[in-house]
């Protein structure tokens, strides 16, 4: 049986997620803002961006980007304090039409290097990521952290401007929350990676360690004096306007699918689909749930709203994701159905789930209740 929390629509089996008295962290968080003082905090992030400043390169940071509204939202924040970003952007699995044309977009406000690897090696962890850890996007997650600490190793800069903390925004381990740096013990911990090191892959489907140097992080003597920071650990993250700021600054959106309530997120990947589908498989809640627990805590939407939502939409299956069918995105990883459904039964907590399945998605066994 899943148990919300009472304030969003979080489940307990969200991992990292902490409650207090059924009230969940990313809730607690959201309510003890007012005690930042954002203005003293945007003037810490002036002074970090100003020791940055190298005269020996053009740029003040380096910007990870997917193109998407958060990225946009940040490069732009940057260039209005009066610095000057270079965005690195790490090509995701299966780049669809709306992301390559966000990718253009923002190249008209700032540089950009893009960054795509072997697209024949990156199959091969869709691959094995779905088969052994429910998750076809495995070498996107690496590839957000490693390839921009690359990239700033490489050109000489020390400072990584991210996004939103995901600890401070969706909740995580008590105190995590404050942490200002991303360091290499945060991305083995939080990255997404699953318990999988790049070096475990090494040897499967033909892989070899020179395939996997794009999805590990510098040595950390190559990383001394560099630093990753969180923009929102600055500034009040708002994904509602940083989706309007990057819109009047042409990005293109639609809906990704009917599991998504924005349709302004997760627009460059026609895996993402998969990846939320599974995300709802393994812990009971999917994308759509996350999207709609942001607007709860924000006043934008009842949790009753949002409730009906989520029973009515969250953890449906991408038969078609931004446009692209699901068979297409087998096709390119030289699978088929009858693998997506072996993965997905592998997967699946059935203790959350009855047994039966409607239209590939699994039905929650009870109505959710307050925790």
């Given at each position: 049986?899943?148990?919300?929390?009472?304030?969003?629509?979080?489940?307990?089996?969200?991992?990292?997620?902490?409650?207090?008295?059924?009230?969940?962290?990313?809730?607690?968080?959201?309510?003890?803002?007012?005690?930042?003082?954002?203005?003293?905090?945007?003037?810490?992030?002036?002074?970090?961006?100003?020791?940055?400043?190298?005269?020996?390169?053009?740029?003040?940071?380096?910007?990870?980007?997917?193109?998407?509204?958060?990225?946009t939202?940040?490069?732009?924040?940057?260039?209005?304090?009066?610095?000057?970003?270079?965005?690195?952007?790490?090509?995701?699995?299966?780049?669809?039409?709306?992301?390559r044309?966000?990718?253009?977009?923002?190249?008209?406000?700032?540089?950009?290097?893009?960054?795509?690897?072997?697209?024949?090696?990156?199959?091969?962890?869709?691959?094995l990521?779905?088969?052994?850890?429910?998750?076809?996007?495995?070498?996107?997650?690496?590839?957000?952290?490693?390839?921009?600490?690359?990239a700033?190793?490489?050109?000489?800069?020390?400072?990584?401007?991210?996004?939103?903390?995901?600890?401070?925004?969706?909740?995580?381990?008590?105190?995590?929350?404050?942490?200002?740096?991303?360091?290499?013990?945060?991305?083995d911990?939080?990255?997404?990676?699953l318990?999988?090191?790049?070096?475990?892959?090494?040897?499967?489907?033909?892989l070899?360690?020179?395939?996997?140097?794009?999805?590990?992080?510098?040595?950390?003597?190559?990383?001394?004096?560099?630093?990753?920071?969180?923009l929102?650990?600055?500034v009040?993250?708002?994904?509602?306007?940083n989706?309007?700021?990057?819109?009047?600054?042409?990005?293109?959106?639609?809906?990704?699918?009917?599991?998504?309530?924005?349709?302004?997120?997760?627009l460059?990947?026609a895996?993402?689909?998969?990846?939320?589908?599974?995300?709802?498989?393994?812990?009971?809640?999917?994308?759509?749930?996350?999207?709609?627990?942001?607007?709860?805590?924000?006043?934008?939407?009842?949790?009753e709203?949002?409730?009906?939502?989520v029973?009515?939409?969250?953890?449906k299956?991408?038969?078609?994701?931004?446009?692209?069918k699901?068979?297409?995105?087998?096709?390119?990883?030289?699978?088929?159905?009858?693998?997506?459904?072996?993965?997905m039964t592998?997967?699946?907590?059935?203790?959350?789930f009855?047994?039966?399945?409607?239209?590939?998605?699994?039905?929650?066994?009870?109505?959710?209740?307050?925790?």
């Open positions: 049986m899943i148990i919300r929390c009472k304030t969003c629509v979080y489940p307990t089996t969200k991992p990292d997620l902490m409650f207090q008295d059924g009230q969940c962290q990313a809730c607690i968080n959201y309510r003890n803002r007012p005690r930042i003082d954002w203005r003293q905090r945007e003037q810490e992030l002036i002074k970090v961006l100003e020791r940055s400043r190298k005269s020996r390169h053009n740029h003040d940071c380096i910007v990870p980007s997917s193109g998407g509204k958060d990225s939202a940040q490069v732009l924040k940057i260039i209005e304090l009066g610095f000057k970003p270079l965005v690195v952007t790490a090509t995701t699995c299966h780049l669809t039409e709306i992301g044309q966000n990718i253009a977009n923002l190249k008209l406000h700032a540089d950009t290097i893009e960054v795509d690897p072997d697209p024949e090696a990156r199959a091969k962890l869709n691959v990521g779905m088969e052994l850890v429910g998750d076809i996007s495995w070498p996107e997650h690496a590839a957000i952290f490693s390839i921009p600490f690359r700033a190793v490489d050109y000489g800069m020390d400072l990584i401007v991210y996004g939103e903390c995901p600890q401070r925004e969706y909740g995580g381990p008590i105190n995590s929350e404050s942490a200002m740096q991303m360091t290499r013990r945060w991305v911990e939080f990255g997404g990676l318990g999988l090191r790049p070096s475990d892959f090494v040897g499967h489907l033909g070899t360690e020179a395939n996997m140097q794009y999805y590990t992080l510098p040595s950390d003597a190559h990383m001394v004096g560099l630093k990753a920071i969180w929102g650990q600055f009040p993250w708002d994904s509602h306007a989706a309007s700021k990057a819109i009047t600054a042409g990005m293109k959106y639609i809906l990704p699918s009917e599991a998504n309530h924005w349709p302004w997120e997760n460059d990947n895996q993402t689909g998969l990846h939320d589908h599974m995300m709802y498989r393994k812990y009971g809640y999917g994308r759509l749930a996350g999207q709609v627990s942001v607007d709860i805590r924000s006043g934008r939407m009842s949790r709203m949002g409730i009906k939502l029973e009515d939409y969250d953890g299956f991408p038969f078609e994701y931004m446009g692209v699901v068979e297409e995105v087998l096709d390119r990883l030289g699978r088929d159905m009858n693998w997506v459904d072996d993965c592998y997967h699946t907590d059935w203790s959350l009855e047994s039966y399945v409607v239209n590939k998605r699994p039905k929650l066994k009870a109505p959710a209740v307050v925790g």
